[in-house]
């Protein structure tokens, strides 16, 4: 399972502009509903479901917010680039400023575990998050994560 699998141009957002953690979860919700074509709010609801069992920022900038949808028919990514960090209750108690959710079917199992570790592998790179905090436009971001991603393959 690759990053291009998952994520799609149109599924990077390079400035996204919000004040809190709920907001990004409900803007993050917004894009997923337009590319999954599943309501916002259910959405979002497994989204804050999945934060109440505990934090997905995972430390050093980074969130990986996740759920599962019986809805779908394949996993979905959406990734994030804040233009200012927000406090995400994340394990080293930093703010957070790139964000990567990742929707999958409920009966996604494996694949859903799969995608959540490479997604993981790719954004412990210092180096990768350097250079996504210092690239602004979608294109440029969509390129970085998958040549990225294809380097960073187990």
Not at 90 to 108: G, M, N, S, Y
């Amino acid at each position: 399972m690759e990053i291009v699998d998952l994520l799609g141009p149109d599924a990077v957002v390079p400035s996204l502009r919000v004040t809190s953690k709920k907001q990004a979860l409900q803007e993050l919700a917004r894009k997923a509903a337009q590319l999954t074509h599943q309501p916002e709010r259910v959405i979002f609801d497994v989204l804050i479901e999945r934060e109440r069992l505990g934090t997905t920022g995972i430390g050093h900038g980074i969130a990986i917010p996740h759920g599962k949808l019986a809805s779908l028919d394949r996993l979905y990514a959406v990734f994030a680039r804040l233009d200012k960090p927000v406090e995400f209750e994340a394990i080293d108690e930093q703010p957070v400023d790139l964000i990567f959710l990742l929707l999958a079917p409920e009966k996604a199992g494996a694949d859903h575990l799969k995608a959540l570790a490479r997604i993981s592998r790719l954004l412990r790179d210092r180096g990768v998050c350097e250079k996504l905090r210092g690239t602004d436009s979608a294109d440029g971001l969509y390129a970085l994560l998958s040549e990225s991603a294809a380097s960073h393959a187990a």
